[in-house]
């Protein structure tokens, strides 16, 4: 008898630890999953609050549309003439004057846009000559060739006595070197009232490089007729320099 009673006994304490283990089970999984739940969504939501929703959350970072700013109503760049730009950039010539003279858009821009390149010439040649002499001087007596100027001038000068009227405010001017193809200056010039020279210059302050340069003055519209041109040479230091005439500085009498 008394071996039967330890035998129900240990029936039952081996019953008790299962159920103790399989307690002791959930109360771990609940607090995996508390755990777990305050991982991802933060803290525990107080008494009383609405549980959190399940599920993708929308966010405004992800979705790239939200945060690119609206249209701007107007022109876009992308009908903007890229030879404006580059006219903008590459010329001395201004928005509001390319406008006023017809060269915002159309044939107009592209055909002054191609003046960007050395190597454009102009439709013919001008039956105006410029007058090209460093600053100071004066054309000398040979105006046949070219004249060849030093390379240490800091100013090289043009003048064209009587300028064609072209019934425009102004005109373009193009300094080029013409040795390796670069445009130096592209630019306009406001015209002089009848009557007067028009006078150009070009400022360095650096030695200009040896070679063959052209000064070409155009009509400001869309013919870009040339109007009057120069060519003239730059030559290397100690080199034979075309002679010019400077005016004489008398010293004031005491």
Do not use: C
Request: avoid cysteine; hydrophobic fraction near 40%; glycine fraction near 8%.
């Amino acid at each position: 008898h008394r071996r039967a009673e330890l035998a129900q006994y240990a029936l039952m304490a081996k019953a008790f630890g299962a159920v103790a283990a399989t307690t002791a089970l959930v109360l771990l999984g609940v607090a995996a999953y508390v755990a777990t739940d305050t991982e991802v969504n933060g803290a525990p939501p107080p008494a009383g609050a609405a549980a959190p929703q399940r599920g993708p959350v929308a966010s405004a970072a992800a979705d790239p549309r939200a945060s690119s700013p609206p249209p701007v109503a107007g022109i876009s760049s992308s009908e903007r003439p890229y030879e404006l730009d580059e006219l903008l950039r590459q010329s001395k010539l201004g928005e509001g004057w390319l406008t006023a003279h017809g060269f915002s858009s159309g044939r107009a821009l592209q055909g002054l846009h191609a003046l960007l390149d050395a190597r454009t010439n102009l439709p013919g040649e001008p039956r105006l000559r410029l007058g090209v002499h460093p600053s100071g001087g004066a054309e000398g007596e040979n105006t046949v060739a070219p004249p060849r100027l030093a390379s240490g001038e800091r100013y090289v000068l043009a003048t064209l006595a009587s300028p064609p009227p072209t019934g425009e405010d102004s005109v373009l001017i193009r300094w080029r070197r013409i040795s390796d193809d670069t445009v130096m200056e592209l630019s306009a010039q406001a015209l002089p009232p009848v009557g007067e020279s028009l006078h150009l210059w070009m400022h360095t302050t650096q030695d200009w490089a040896p070679g063959r340069y052209r000064l070409e003055v155009i009509g400001a519209n869309a013919r870009l007729a040339p109007l009057a041109a120069a060519d003239f040479e730059i030559v290397a230091p100690d080199a034979e320099v075309t002679p010019f005439a400077y005016p004489v500085q008398v010293a004031p009498q005491r």
